[in-house]
């Protein structure tokens, strides 16, 4: 039986980052992964979902062109070609985090990992059943989708975000259920192809976690690019038979049957993810990382995470948040925003900018929230076209502690997007 110091499974973002990390530190590192390197982050998640995000993006550019004195014109839509290419730059990403294990020394197995015991694998492949040793084992497994109560996805009506990204046409009607950040990049991706979406939230809110200002300004744009909004609907179901396909991105769910925890009694919480402290199992050489653990669900946290089991290191920095809609929405808040209770807020539109205006641009605003005594940035909301890349100065703000008086001591590029945030520091 092979012997290692470390083994990881599950090879997406959390797995093959930290797997990496080990084996930079002189580990003897083994990753397992039953389907492909990269994860849903790569494969199933975050890539193809920006992929296509981005080819509808380039369709509304090229229909705004006349506003650049531009004539153009589109051919129509071929889905199954732009699934073709998003397909292409997946298979390049996965090539990539093959050859970075490679390079880095890493074993990689290909197959499902159980606990035979606290310190064995039992790994089933496509040919034979392997066992492994290893001194410490990290849970990197990720999630899967979940359905909603009482409905299985069929793959063909009731489909996941999985079948969602690989649909080689572009539905006549669908019905999302669930607006959070996944339900709300599908539907904007699918509408924007002309797909009549309607999308629909149990909870009072679209984005049910975030600011209720931001969540109803993109209420009003999906509705003026044509979605059917419908929050704090209780029968989500009610008229199924009127939709081509209904898309069910009601959250994730855990994959942890599957390591049969029961062999090394490991805990979990009650939703089957695994309990950890500071990524620390019960179990005392098992620890678990990233979407495993249900404390992030983002790829940037999973990543963190393995920086910080190799480290020792426990993570205290303000998380971005960003949803691809067209514009973009994205937040962040200081680690202890509940805290403050003397707080200000101001903001400014897009509108009123005049890069926005050349890039044609105009919905939308960034919202400022600070401190009112020590003068602190402790929160900043965007709706906007590049919100996702605005709230990485953001965030970097809030995280050095920087005041409303130190910003405007700073310099912002003019003709910049930049401007509006330092604008909306100036009205709080
Ligand atoms: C549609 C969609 C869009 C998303 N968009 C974004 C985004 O824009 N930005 C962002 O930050 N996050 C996004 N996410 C979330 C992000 O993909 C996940 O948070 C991230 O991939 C979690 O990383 P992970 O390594 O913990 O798990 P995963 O990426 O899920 O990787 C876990 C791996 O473990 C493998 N595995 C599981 N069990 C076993 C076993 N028993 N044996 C062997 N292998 C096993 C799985 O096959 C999988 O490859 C998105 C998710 C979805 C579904």
Not at 209 to 238: H, M, N, P, Y
Not at 243 to 267: H, M, T
Not at 320 to 331: D, E, H, Q, T, W
């Amino acid at each position: 039986m092979n012997k290692y110091d470390i083994a990881v499974i599950g090879a997406g973002p959390a797995g093959y980052n930290c797997a990496i990390n080990f084996a930079k530190k002189g580990k003897k590192v083994v990753i397992i992964e039953k389907y492909n390197l990269g994860g849903t982050c790569l494969n199933r998640g975050c890539i193809p979902t920006k992929f296509l995000w981005q080819a509808a993006s380039v369709k509304q550019t090229i229909s705004k062109s006349y506003e650049y004195g531009l004539k153009s014109s589109l051919e129509p839509v071929n889905f199954q070609e732009i699934i073709n290419k998003k397909n292409k730059l997946v298979e390049n990403l996965v090539k990539g985090v093959a050859r970075l294990l490679t390079a880095n020394k890493v074993d990689v197995i290909k197959g499902t990992a159980s606990f035979k015991n606290k310190n064995e694998l039992n790994i089933k492949t496509e040919t034979e059943e392997i066992n492994i040793s290893a001194d410490k084992i990290i849970i990197a497994a990720g999630s899967e989708s979940k359905s909603i109560p009482n409905i299985e996805y069929d793959h063909q009506k009731y489909i996941d975000s999985t079948d969602a990204l690989n649909l080689t046409e572009v539905p006549k009607t669908m019905l999302v259920i669930g607006a959070g950040a996944i339900g709300i990049e599908l539907s904007s991706i699918f509408a924007a192809f002309g797909c009549k979406v309607t999308l629909r939230e149990i909870c009072p809110q679209i984005l049910p976690s975030e600011d209720s200002d931001l969540a109803q300004e993109l209420s009003r744009v999906l509705a003026r690019q044509g979605i059917k909004v419908e929050a704090g609907c209780t029968d989500t179901l009610k008229d199924k038979d009127s939709f081509e396909k209904i898309l069910i991105v009601a959250g994730r769910k855990s994959n942890s049957d599957e390591l049969k925890p029961e062999n090394v009694g490991l805990n979990l919480d009650n939703r089957k993810f695994v309990s950890t402290q500071n990524y620390s199992t019960n179990v005392d050489n098992i620890f678990a990382i990233g979407d495993a653990t249900a404390k992030g669900f983002l790829a940037y946290t999973a990543e963190q995470d393995a920086i910080n089991v190799v480290e020792n290191l426990q993570s205290k920095n303000p998380v971005p948040k960003v949803v691809f809609s067209f514009p973009p929405v994205a937040s962040v808040k200081a680690v202890d925003y509940d805290n403050y209770k003397d707080v200000v807020f101001g903001k400014s539109t897009f509108i009123s900018n005049a890069r926005a205006q050349i890039e044609g641009q105009r919905t939308g605003w960034i919202k400022v929230a600070i401190d009112n005594i020590s003068k602190k940035i402790i929160g900043v909301w965007i709706i906007g076209v590049n919100a996702d890349e605005l709230i990485e100065s953001a965030t970097m703000i809030i995280k050095s502690n920087m005041k409303v008086t130190d910003l405007s001591k700073d310099m912002f590029f003019h003709p910049g997007l930049s401007e509006i945030l330092l604008e909306a520091t100036k009205n709080c």
